[in-house]
């Protein structure tokens, strides 16, 4: 979190403080910073140096053009889950053969729109899916690149943070299926088996869990080569976790360092989907305080964010950072719970804060540089937040607010 520092009781992005920010662009307003966003992905390249590899931002944490664009610079791969993120990463600049389609719902139109884009791999999670993809291939007289996802049900009693990689998710095939649908994709002349993928959940802070996934998906890789079927790529997903409190989630480093220990000689490459490890830290909400109120003994701050531009808090009691862009001298400090204007209960942004501010303030939430924006709606009628990213001293508008003309152009009242 290097790149948001204070500086004299206030809150920088870099070389730019973000109360100015906040003056130009106005609230509710994400910052990014470019130096954060290359930092980390730098992690995994240094750390995968020497051993064949590709790194692909997950596109779902946040998909903001030019967030995509500055990984897009560092030659970075993508992983999408849709054709929107498909054309995004096209309209970022980049590379469609460093791009991993994975998802458990493609449509015949997207494989089609993939197959054009001429992508790198397919991350196929049923056998019905093999068949649709095998089929839009033969019509195209192409052969598609093909992963099969795996699920490979790793304990949950030992490892609480996985969430994706149970039995009981919808999440890939299981190892047994697994085995069968690779027999069978080797028989399917619309394919080309290249790899073997695995993602097993979201916000991981220990390596143990991907050790457990990697010592199950080798296991088959190795049953697999026995019977003919050699495997060029072992994506090992994304998912490792940041710290937004006191989490203390290993570094990029050290979880391709156990990797790579295990992987050994193997003549694999290891691919990656990183997205909240890309991105969280890089981003920060600013919002103001708009109305401070008590009811009984509580105290609230009703702030101009809500969780329409931030629904971690309400979908997954997430526990943001939230902390004054200038440290407030003057007032008291109190137990606030920091809520926004829609009309549910469920809109918080954090609950029981000690903090000393007034009204007028400026707030930044931070880590919210993924699963915000990306998440955000227009619920209540409210425009979606302006989007900044800082190099330097510089500021890019990465995205206008929106009006009230861009919300209802789309709809047609009836005469
Ligand atoms: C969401 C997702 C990722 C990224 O997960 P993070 O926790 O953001 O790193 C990677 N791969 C797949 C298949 C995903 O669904």
Not at 75 to 94: H, P
Not at 125 to 134: A, D, G, I, R, Y
Not at 276 to 303: P, Q, Y
Request: proline share 4%; with cysteine.
């Amino acid at each position: 979190m290097e790149n948001f520092t204070f500086k004299n009781n206030q809150l920088f992005a870099e070389a730019v403080a973000l109360t100015r920010i906040a003056e130009e662009f106005g609230t509710p307003c994400f910052v990014y910073s470019r130096a954060a966003l290359e930092q980390q992905y730098r992690a995994y390249e240094e750390a995968l140096a020497g051993c064949s590899h590709l790194v692909c931002y997950a596109v779902k944490a946040n998909s903001n053009l030019a967030v995509l664009s500055v990984l897009a610079k560092l030659g970075s791969g993508f992983d999408i889950v849709s054709g929107g993120e498909l054309a995004r990463v096209i309209a970022a600049g980049g590379d469609p053969a460093r791009v991993i389609f994975s998802g458990v719902g493609k449509t015949i139109e997207e494989m089609h729109a993939a197959l054009d884009a001429g992508i790198h791999c397919f991350n196929v999670e049923s056998p019905l899916e093999l068949e649709q993809l095998n089929d839009v291939a033969m019509q195209r007289n192409v052969r598609a690149p093909v992963s099969i996802r795996v699920n490979p049900d790793v304990d949950a009693k030992t490892h609480p943070y996985i969430s994706t990689g149970l039995k009981e998710n919808k999440f890939g095939v299981s190892m047994e299926d697994a085995r069968l649908l690779y027999r069978q994709a080797s028989t399917m002349a619309g394919l080309e088996l290249i790899g073997l993928d695995c993602h097993i959940g979201s916000q991981l802070t220990s390596i143990e869990p991907f050790l457990a996934a990697l010592e199950r998906t080798l296991l088959l890789i190795d049953e697999l080569a026995a019977e003919g079927i050699s495997i060029r790529h072992l994506d090992i997903g994304g998912g490792l976790g940041v710290q937004y409190r006191d989490e203390t989630p290993p570094a990029p480093q050290e979880l391709i360092h156990a990797v790579r220990q295990v992987l050994g000689e193997r003549p694999l490459t290891l691919v990656l989907e990183p997205g909240r490890s890309i991105c969280a830290n890089a981003g920060v909400l600013l919002t103001h305080v708009n109305n401070i109120k008590t009811n009984g003994e509580h105290r609230f701050a009703i702030v101009d964010a809500a969780m329409n531009d931030i629904i971690r808090p309400a979908l997954y009691q997430a526990w943001m950072d939230v902390v004054p862009v200038k440290v407030n001298e003057t007032a008291a400090v109190h137990t606030y719970d920091l809520v926004g204007p829609i009309c549910e209960t469920g809109d918080f942004i954090g609950r029981q804060r000690e903090l000393a501010i007034d009204n007028g303030d400026l707030l930044a939430v931070r880590s919210a540089g993924a699963y915000c924006f990306a998440m955000s709606s227009n619920y209540n009628t409210r425009n979606r937040a302006v989007e900044v990213l800082v190099d330097g001293d510089q500021v890019h508008l990465a995205r206008r607010r929106e009006t009230y003309e861009d919300q209802l152009a789309l709809e047609n009242p009836l005469d």
